[in-house]
């Protein structure tokens, strides 16, 4: 009986080195992807009528009641007297916003700029039960044999479709602007939901994988199963997690931001000894100019900065009732961040920097997106919706991405991730570059540089096609 025993014992160990061995070396070789979430959003009960999948072209359009209430509450503005000599350092100062307002009133040409968004052609499409606005960009010419490449670009908080205005010709058109056309683009840049003429979820619970999969279905109804996909600040993370929905569709993923959300122990004993051990860690010289000293750098800097985002990940309809009801306010919390995450010195001065970088036409025109859509209530929900189980909990976090990544890192963002530390969520990057200026907008602010970064990243997976060594 007792040998009976033994033998039960060995078939046990077996068994269980066995689980262990197989888990850990052939069910991890069937890369994990993020489920795709199959969501409606649309308002009240779901209706059990198939969705209408039609693709409608759509215009921005404008009408005098829309700018006889902006000019009254433009009129009514109050104002409050600024510290002196307190430059942006408490936030917007408000003799610089009488000057925007006064321009607003006086010189900016909504109107125009209403033609210069049509300038691209604009869509909307139904899905999960909200309109989908994108606009979609094919390229003037190609050259013989070639064929455009889709590329699904994705704006972030408290930016726009907007933002891409700049860059899409560089894409789509490389040649007529001395880039290399080795590469060109067809490029699709929708309005996340809740943000300009996207339809906002009428439900809880709209995050970022949400949004993923709305693109999701988007690429596909507008019939690329193969793409590319760029984005930063929000776009960062949507495209992240389509990167882990759809591996098998996305041949490629650039970002010119890069946040890692869970923090292991190695990170926090390379944040303590990274100065002095760079090496070590794999940080570059760059890497610690940019981190260190790291408690101004990394923890004063995030927290003298990130006020907007706890208000928004806790209560953005407080907040919002207010932005919402005044274009001033409204031009002010949004111009704010302009000014400091285009660069951080730029609070010391009077202007906060704003015209240093980008025109008022340009920063007008962006917090008009908010303004006639009304949008900036659901938009700051986003940050709930995606913050309120906590950092590190979700399953996308604990996921790795395996699609070639490419990362654009500029200088003035507001957090800078190492390579080294990039690498852990995305094991397969195909270049990390260093970009010599620019901040966090940097579709807008540096178009050229960012543009040059996505065509030889695109390069480089076209000529190795990496996406098919997966």
Not at 88 to 101: A, D, H, P, T
Not at 366 to 373: A, G, H, K, L, Q
Request: some cysteine; proline content about 6%; hydrophobic content about 40%.
């Amino acid at each position: 009986s007792s040998s009976a025993g033994i033998m039960l014992l060995d078939i046990l160990v077996t068994l269980i080195v066995g689980t262990v061995i197989y888990y850990y070396f052939l069910s991890r070789k069937k890369e994990e992807t993020l489920p795709f979430k199959e969501g409606w959003w649309g308002k009240g009960q779901k209706p059990d009528t198939e969705e209408d999948a039609t693709i409608r072209p759509f215009k921005v359009e404008t009408t005098e009641e829309e700018l006889s209430d902006l000019f009254r509450r433009l009129d009514q503005a109050r104002f409050t007297e600024p510290l002196e000599n307190s430059c942006f350092q408490y936030g917007i100062n408000s003799v610089y916003l009488r000057k925007v307002v006064s321009y607003w009133k006086n010189q900016f040409n909504w109107k125009k700029q209403v033609e210069v968004l049509n300038k691209y052609p604009h869509f909307k499409t139904k899905i999960q039960g909200i309109d989908i606005h994108f606009v979609h960009v094919k390229p003037p010419r190609l050259p013989e044999g070639q064929s455009a490449k889709p590329l699904l670009m994705v704006h972030g908080w408290p930016g726009s479709f907007f933002e891409f205005y700049k860059i899409i010709p560089l894409l789509t058109d490389p040649a007529s602007h001395g880039l290399s056309d080795e590469h060109i683009f067809e490029v699709i840049c929708p309005s996340i939901p809740g943000y300009g003429f996207s339809e906002a979820p009428h439900k809880k619970d709209f995050n970022s994988v949400s949004a993923a999969s709305v693109f999701y279905e988007l690429m596909l109804r507008l019939g690329f199963s193969e793409f590319y996909a760029q984005g930063g600040d929000w776009g960062w993370l949507i495209c992240t997690n389509l990167a882990q929905i759809a591996p098998n569709n996305m041949k490629g993923l650039h970002l010119n931001l890069a946040s890692v959300s869970r923090i292991g122990f190695s990170h926090v004993l390379s944040v303590l000894l990274g100065r002095y051990l760079p090496g070590l860690f794999g940080f570059q010289d760059e890497d610690v100019k940019r981190m260190y000293p790291f408690l101004e750098k990394g923890v004063y800097r995030i927290l003298r900065e990130s006020g907007y985002a706890h208000i928004q990940a806790t209560k953005p309809d407080t907040v919002g009732c207010g932005l919402n009801d005044s274009p001033v306010g409204l031009a002010g919390y949004i111009l704010e961040k302009f000014s400091t995450w285009t660069d951080p010195e730029f609070c010391n001065l009077e202007d906060g920097g704003l015209e240093k970088k980008f025109t008022l036409d340009d920063l007008l025109t962006n917090i008009m997106i908010y303004w006639v859509s009304g949008c900036i209530v659901s938009s700051m929900r986003f940050y709930k919706e995606n913050l309120q189980k906590g950092i590190g909990t979700q399953k996308h976090e604990k996921l790795p991405v395996q699609v070639p990544t490419g990362i654009a890192s500029f200088p003035n963002e507001i957090m800078h991730t190492p390579e080294a530390w990039a690498l852990k969520k995305y094991p397969n990057m195909v270049s990390f570059h260093y970009m010599p200026r620019g901040g966090h907008f940097a579709a807008l602010e540096e178009p050229e540089l960012l543009a040059e970064d996505i065509l030889q990243f695109v390069g480089k997976v076209e000529k190795q096609q990496l996406w098919k060594k997966k």
